[in-house]
T-cell receptor, first 115, second 116 residues
């Protein structure tokens, strides 16, 4: 069973539009971490954010914001006023206490920002 | 400071051969983990090392192995290569000392292996 689901395989928007990337996770653990990473064409994954299961506060960092909702097991990522440089593949990931915090990755969402 | 360095960046092997990939973590990082990325299976965890000890292992056959040296540099080895081993192999280092991935990982650009 998919533990981290990123249902959007690819999203294409025009620059300056807002875009939300969805992430739904599945866990029976009470202690877990959720992450978002960005993978530009160069290949290396770049850390964006980490949330633990006890901290449901939403976070904003510049044009990026994250909405963590345990009630719906979702950890969605919104880019406001998108820019061409935001084009990349974005991954959501989960690590759970019971599995010694091994990272489980979603399939990724390819985001294309057109000028 | 220098990032995570992986070598070689690209390599081509034939079935049955073996390959060794190298990873130099960020200075001061003692935790190193490895991931395989393929179009079909996505990103999958291989193993994690800390202070020369393997702390976690993913669900891969014994042909995949790794080690870590006293300077935290790590290598992974794949023996008896199969076509399905063609992938981008990513290494990541972390400052976090507890086992597993609970904090920020710093990734290298990966080693792209093609098996013919």
């Amino acid at each position: 069973a998919q533990k981290v689901t990123q249902a959007q395989t690819e999203i294409s928007v025009v620059e300056k539009e807002d875009v939300t990337l969805d992430c739904v996770y599945e866990t029976r653990d009470t202690t877990y971490y959720l992450f978002w990473y960005k993978q530009p064409p160069s290949g290396e994954l770049v850390f964006l954010i980490r949330r633990n299961s006890f901290d449901e506060q939403n976070e904003i960092s510049g044009r990026y914001s994250w909405n963590f909702q345990k009630s719906t097991s979702s950890f969605n990522f919104t880019i406001t006023a998108s820019q061409v440089v935001d084009s990349a593949v974005y991954f959501c990931a989960l690590s759970e206490a019971w599995s010694n915090y091994q990272l489980i990755w979603g399939a990724g969402t390819k985001l294309i920002i057109k000028p | 400071k220098a990032g995570v360095t992986q070598t070689p960046r690209y390599l081509i092997k034939t079935r049955g051969q073996q390959v060794t990939l190298s990873c130099s973590p960020i200075s001061g990082h003692r935790s190193v983990s490895w991931y395989q990325q393929t179009p079909g299976q996505g990103l999958q965890f291989l193993f994690e090392y800390f202070s020369e000890t393997q702390r976690n292992k993913g669900n891969f056959p014994g042909r995949f192995s790794g080690r870590q040296f006293s300077n935290s540099r790590s290598e992974m080895n794949v023996s008896t290569l199969e076509l399905g081993d063609s992938a981008l192999y990513l290494c990541a280092s972390s400052l976090v000392v507890i086992s597993g991935n609970t904090g920020e990982l710093f990734f290298g650009e990966g080693s792209r292996l093609t098996v013919l």
